[in-house]
RNA sequence: GCGCCCGUAGCUCAGGUGGAUAGAGCACCGGCCUUCUAAGCCGGUGGUCGCAGGUUCGACUCCUGCCGGGCGCGCCA
């Protein structure tokens, strides 16, 4: 409706004189919106003001112009002037309800559009290293990516998830020697953890694991372990130089049985995040291993290229990339002096696989902390020969958590963290997944356990459910009445909804593609969240205000017919959410 | 010090590429169940949109400078 009435804007200013408006006008100029105040009609268009300047006249004085000249419209039921110079549209009742006609009609798929058809895009989210359990903040980018590749499906994207594994590098030794430790004393070995290691109570249980599946067999004496190792952290050392000689310690003492205590470490790791993530609801094309990028030659390919264009250069014994050049603030290593890749090497090499693979928009999901990391990714990738503006990176905001009043400490440091397994057993999937996306993703996230977990009034949860379970409730009251539904008597009998609550409800439904179409041109799942609620909002107004199952059968089946949208929409909108819509509660 | 995000009602937050009297939930006050689930509805109280300038016919929205909060500035990831 809206494209209707830019392009009826548009034909009739083309239609007016040159002297009146200066021609032709830039379409981008013209755009209608919905209007707040159901007393300003519709729709409305502020073209007038717009271009008033450049047709050198007062804005009402265009408005007029334009309203008179209005080509004829079957939607338009009139147009009028308002304001400082609007142009407030009309829609006519048979028009309003073509929107019903089609959520009923097209069912699952009302709210989709063709609107990204074509593009290829990857979303990369969560990616958190394989290193411990997923955490709350884990979450919120979980619940948060994966309903913007709903949104973006439902848009006619083509969308591919992808879960990055950190399964190389620095923090899996760390964990592997953190596993092997726990595992030492649970064989009896009086060794003390090390400072800089993993804590959580889940490295125990790997430990446990390891200790069922391979018995003694890599157990080692203290003493041999412990021998010549530098001081820790607690005895006046350095924490990151005692584990790294740790981990060089347990290479040697173990040789093949290095890599077996990893293995089993990342698989149990791994195999506890596909399960918490499956749990919620979030799922992806495909795990993307860190570890095949150099088993693939993939990073050398990438540093050659660099190095051929020279964006590459040697200091202090490091590979550095000339990241200044392509807009950050300052070179980054990419191989250190000893030889070893940092953490952008590899992930660089990906993001240029993924170009590779042919994806046109490369979508980031990071956790806020991470946004000095861009201009260094983009900086890499525009090196490499692909455009810069490819790379789209979400940062996610915090998330706190407050029982009530009382906000729950997280220390990180001591694995003291809150897990996004407790918090789903705590308050339920679907409260979870609405909480994380009630709020813009730049915005600070307060979670409030208690408000999450009620089961009254206060929860907004329930709110949207229920208007769901509220059609289904009226259905079945229908049933057990032995009243028959009849859809065509009813979407023939549209016109009979004639009170303001229904126009209302109407009017609702009407926008949820326009909601669907911006929440993900905008990557603002909250979007959707505040129009379900909204939604509800106005069905239950109307529920309260007039009785669906009336003697009259026409205007009975109309009602029920408006009814069935709301739960239509309702449904389309948590299913994107990744929010169960409950037939009884 | 530099960079990114945030600052809107008592609390938590919405406010399309600038547009009409700044909205919602909760809290608070007052109404509505012999009728389809009251997890609901209706009404009311409540605001210098952090502060000060600037651009504009028009600024919560854009620009500059302050103030306050969060995060980041590793050969960590």
Same mark, same amino acid.
């Given at each position: 409706?809206?494209?209707?009435?830019?392009?009826?804007?548009?034909?009739?200013?083309?239609?007016?004189? @040159?002297?009146?408006?200066?021609?032709?006008?830039?379409?981008?100029?013209?755009?209608?919106?919905?209007?707040?105040?159901?007393?300003?009609?519709?729709?409305?268009?502020?073209?007038?003001?717009?271009?008033?300047?450049?047709?050198?006249?007062?804005?009402?004085?265009?408005?007029?112009?334009?309203?008179?000249?209005?080509?004829?419209? *079957?939607?338009?039921?009139? *147009?009028?002037?308002?304001?400082?110079?609007?142009?407030?549209?009309? &829609?006519?009742?048979?028009?309003?309800?073509?929107?019903?006609?089609?959520?009923?009609?097209?069912?699952?798929?009302?709210?989709?559009?063709?609107?990204?058809?074509?593009?290829?895009?990857?979303?990369?989210?969560?990616?958190?290293?394989?290193?411990?359990?997923?955490?709350?903040?884990?979450?919120?980018?979980? %619940?948060?990516?994966? /309903?913007?590749?709903?949104?973006?499906?439902?848009?006619?994207?083509?969308?591919?998830?992808?879960?990055?594994?950190?399964?190389?590098?620095?923090?899996?030794?760390?964990?592997?020697?953190?596993?092997?430790?726990?595992?030492?004393?649970?064989?009896?070995?009086?060794?003390?953890?090390?400072?800089?290691?993993?804590?959580?109570?889940?490295?125990?249980?790997?430990?446990?694991?390891?200790?069922?599946?391979?018995? %003694?067999? =890599?157990?080692?004496?203290?003493?041999?372990?412990?021998?010549?190792?530098?001081?820790?952290?607690?005895?006046?050392?350095?924490?990151?130089?005692?584990?790294?000689?740790?981990?060089?310690?347990?290479?040697?003492? =173990?040789? @093949?049985?290095?890599?077996?205590?990893?293995?089993?470490? =990342?698989?149990?790791?791994?195999?506890?995040?596909?399960?918490? =993530?499956?749990?919620?609801?979030?799922?992806?094309?495909?795990?993307?291993?860190?570890?095949?990028?150099?088993?693939?030659?993939?990073?050398?390919?990438?540093?050659?290229?660099?190095?051929?264009?020279?964006?590459?250069?040697?200091?202090?014994?490091?590979?550095?990339?000339?990241?200044?050049?392509?807009?950050?603030?300052?070179?980054?290593?990419?191989?250190?002096?000893?030889?070893?890749?940092?953490?952008?090497?590899?992930?660089?090499?990906?993001?240029?696989?993924?170009?590779?693979?042919?994806? !046109?928009?490369? &979508?980031? $999901?990071?956790?806020?902390?991470?946004?000095?990391?861009?201009?260094?990714?983009?900086?890499?990738?525009?090196?490499?020969?692909?455009?810069?503006?490819?790379?789209? $990176?979400?940062?996610?905001?915090?998330?706190?958590?407050?029982?009530? @009043? !009382?906000?729950?400490?997280?220390?990180?440091?001591?694995?003291?963290?809150?897990?996004?397994?407790?918090?789903?057993?705590?308050?339920?999937?679907? %409260?979870?997944?609405?909480?994380?996306?009630?709020?813009?993703?730049?915005?600070?996230?307060?979670?409030?356990?208690?408000? @999450?977990?009620?089961?009254?009034?206060?929860?907004?949860?329930?709110?949207?459910?229920?208007?769901?379970?509220?059609?289904?409730?009226?259905?079945?009251?229908?049933?057990?009445?032995?009243?028959?539904?009849?859809?065509?008597?009813?979407?023939?009998?549209?016109?009979?909804?004639?009170?303001?609550?229904?126009?209302?409800?109407? /009017?609702?439904?009407?926008?949820?593609?326009?909601?669907?179409?911006?929440?993900?041109?905008?990557?603002?799942?909250?979007?959707?969240?505040?129009?379900?609620?909204?939604?509800?909002?106005?069905?239950?107004?109307?529920?309260?205000?007039?009785?669906?199952?009336?003697?009259?059968?026409?205007?009975?089946?109309?009602?029920?017919?408006?009814?069935?949208?709301?739960?239509?929409?309702?449904?389309?909108?948590?299913?994107?959410?990744?929010?169960?819509?409950?037939?009884?509660?």
């Amino acid at each position: 409706m809206k494209s209707d009435l830019e392009r009826l804007i548009a034909d009739t200013l083309a239609s007016l004189p @040159a002297d009146l408006i200066p021609q032709p006008v830039d379409r981008s100029w013209i755009s209608v919106e919905r209007t707040r105040d159901a007393q300003h009609g519709d729709f409305a268009s502020n073209i007038a003001l717009r271009l008033a300047k450049a047709a050198g006249r007062k804005p009402r004085e265009l408005a007029e112009a334009i309203v008179a000249a209005l080509l004829p419209h *079957a939607a338009v039921l009139r *147009a009028e002037v308002a304001g400082a110079g609007f142009i407030n549209f009309f &829609i006519a009742a048979d028009a309003q309800s073509e929107a019903l006609r089609q959520a009923l009609t097209q069912g699952a798929t009302y709210g989709e559009s063709r609107s990204g058809a074509g593009q290829r895009v990857i979303l990369e989210f969560v990616s958190a290293n394989p290193t411990g359990p997923l955490h709350v903040g884990h979450g919120r980018q979980a %619940a948060w990516g994966a /309903t913007l590749a709903n949104l973006l499906r439902a848009t006619g994207h083509a969308v591919h998830r992808e879960y990055y594994i950190n399964d190389a590098g620095r923090q899996v030794d760390i964990l592997t020697a953190s596993v092997w430790v726990r595992y030492l004393q649970q064989c009896g070995e009086a060794i003390a953890f090390p400072d800089n290691g993993y804590r959580g109570d889940y490295v125990q249980d790997i430990g446990a694991r390891l200790k069922g599946a391979h018995g %003694a067999s =890599l157990q080692r004496p203290a003493s041999e372990v412990l021998a010549g190792l530098p001081p820790d952290a607690p005895a006046g050392g350095d924490r990151e130089k005692y584990v790294d000689a740790l981990i060089e310690r347990m290479r040697a003492l =173990l040789g @093949a049985g290095y890599d077996t205590v990893l293995e089993l470490s =990342l698989a149990d790791m791994l195999t506890d995040i596909r399960a918490d =993530l499956a749990e919620f609801g979030v799922e992806f094309e495909q795990w993307y291993s860190e570890r095949s990028l150099s088993g693939s030659g993939a990073i050398e390919r990438a540093l050659a290229q660099l190095e051929a264009q020279g964006n590459l250069y040697r200091k202090d014994g490091a590979t550095w990339f000339r990241a200044s050049a392509f807009g950050d603030d300052e070179d980054r290593v990419l191989t250190r002096a000893n030889g070893q890749h940092t953490y952008f090497a590899p992930d660089l090499a990906y993001h240029y696989d993924k170009r590779q693979r042919g994806f !046109e928009k490369l &979508i980031d $999901v990071w956790g806020a902390d991470h946004h000095g990391y861009i201009p260094r990714m983009r900086g890499g990738i525009t090196a490499l020969g692909e455009p810069g503006d490819s790379l789209e $990176v979400c940062l996610i905001q915090f998330v706190s958590l407050f029982r009530g @009043a !009382e906000k729950i400490p997280m220390g990180k440091r001591d694995g003291q963290f809150v897990t996004l397994r407790q918090l789903r057993g705590e308050v339920g999937n679907d %409260a979870c997944r609405l909480f994380y996306l009630m709020r813009s993703h730049d915005q600070h996230l307060d979670f409030d356990l208690e408000l @999450a977990k009620s089961r009254n009034n206060e929860n907004p949860v329930y709110y949207i459910q229920y208007a769901h379970a509220r059609v289904c409730s009226v259905m079945k009251q229908l049933q057990s009445r032995a009243l028959p539904y009849d859809d065509a008597t009813g979407l023939a009998q549209l016109p009979r909804l004639d009170l303001p609550a229904e126009q209302a409800v109407l /009017t609702a439904i009407s926008r949820y593609p326009e909601v669907v179409e911006q929440a993900a041109r905008n990557r603002t799942p909250h979007a959707l969240v505040h129009y379900l609620r909204d939604l509800a909002n106005a069905f239950h107004s109307w529920y309260n205000a007039a009785p669906f199952i009336v003697e009259d059968t026409a205007l009975r089946n109309a009602r029920l017919t408006l009814a069935l949208g709301v739960q239509q929409v309702v449904r389309n909108g948590l299913t994107l959410l990744g929010v169960s819509a409950p037939e009884t509660m």
